[in-house]
């Protein structure tokens, strides 16, 4: 099995365990609006706990850390993105959308299914580097399980920020990506490649590490 064979739709879900996201938000949530950072920051900690003996990358665990727990609270509050219910590329949270109501839960969250770490690669002249890759699945309007991807890096201050994020748009098996210093979408295939279509090249991404859902049932169950 190929490690971007997760970007591949599928007919059931391919996540099946999750960290303690829920425990931590019951637990700590009283009422009012919800702080995305506390909370995040909630799972940082009870993850590293975990992975004290460093089994896994310090980064790889924060990072998979944050974005579980901000996909949970998204899927609380309303605010997760599913592209495969808009009508063009301009993401809008699925509580401003009249099917709302009528969705499907797992419609309703973008599920973690793992993140890559690809050291560099190079893009039309531009190099990206230290780029965390995290793939998710969500239901689609037929019921399929769909991808969605963001790549992350860290900034100087070593918060990790989105510098592209994409999904399958033409129902291709490839995701289509939108990076903010690019004006054209490239593609991502679930062989690892980049795919410029303004001059047909295609750019393998090389993961040097990457961590999975497996990995995360791993550290919490035999610490």
Do not use: C
């Amino acid at each position: 099995m190929g490690k971007f064979d997760s970007i591949l739709k599928s007919q059931t879900a391919k996540k099946y365990y999750s960290s303690h996201v829920e425990d931590l938000y019951r637990k700590a949530h009283i009422s009012g609006e919800v702080d995305y950072d506390y909370f995040e920051n909630l799972n940082v900690q009870d993850l590293q706990d975990y992975n004290k003996k460093k089994k896994y990358n310090y980064d790889l665990i924060s990072l998979w850390a944050i974005l579980e727990m901000r996909k949970y609270l998204d899927f609380q509050l309303g605010n997760t993105y599913n592209p495969y219910f808009l009508e063009d590329n301009s993401l809008v949270p699925i509580k401003n959308l009249p099917d709302y109501d009528y969705m499907p839960e797992k419609a309703r969250v973008q599920s973690l299914l793992d993140i890559k770490f690809v050291k560099k690669f190079i893009l039309e002249g531009i190099t990206f580097s230290n780029v965390y890759i995290a793939t998710y699945e969500i239901m689609d309007m037929n019921n399929v399980f769909r991808p969605f991807v963001q790549f992350f890096t860290k900034n100087e201050f070593g918060k990790f920020v989105e510098i592209a994020y994409g999904y399958d748009s033409n129902d291709n098996g490839n995701v289509e990506l939108f990076i903010p210093s690019f004006n054209y979408p490239v593609f991502l295939t679930p062989k690892g490649f980049i795919g410029l279509p303004l001059s047909g090249k295609f750019i393998k991404l090389n993961v040097y590490d990457y961590i999975t859902e497996h990995d995360i049932e791993k550290l919490l169950k035999n610490s």
